[in-house]
């Protein structure tokens, strides 16, 4: 099994910017790493997922143009780097990793084995 830490949130205000790190111990390979987020009230949402092999990238119509998520293998970590802030990205950001291919929806939480603890992010206006 593989164990996510994810660091990186913070305080920032609309039109900042925050870099997201998650850093995976344990069984080193995985097949693809995502993204989602969850506001207070509302459901966890995808947000970005990068694939471990070539790293094609995948991104919520929320976020596009503004996040770009990205892998460096040699630290075995991702990163989700967030530009042009707004309000309404204020959530806990959750790192999940998929350690083998699916057919199940690359955007649903239940598509992945394991997840990290959270971090927060709150943008003000």
């Known amino acids: 099994q593989v164990q996510l830490i994810e660091s990186g949130g913070g305080l920032v205000q609309a039109g900042g910017s925050l870099r997201l790190s998650c850093a995976a111990s344990?069984?080193?390979?995985?097949?693809?790493m995502a993204w989602f987020r969850q506001a207070p009230g509302k459901a966890r949402e995808f947000v970005a997922r990068i694939k471990s092999i070539l790293g094609m990238t995948n991104y919520a119509d929320s976020v596009e143009d503004r996040f770009l998520v990205s892998r460096d293998n040699a630290k075995n970590t991702v990163y989700l780097q967030m530009n042009s802030l707004k309000p309404e990205d204020s959530a806990v950001y959750y790192c999940?990793?998929?350690?083998?291919?699916?057919?199940?929806?690359?955007?649903?939480?239940?598509?992945?084995?394991?997840w990290g603890q959270g971090t927060q992010v709150t943008v003000s206006s």
């Open positions: 344990g069984r080193a390979s995985w097949y693809a």
């Open positions: 999940a990793a998929q350690m083998t291919p699916r057919g199940t929806p690359w955007v649903t939480a239940s598509s992945y084995d394991a």
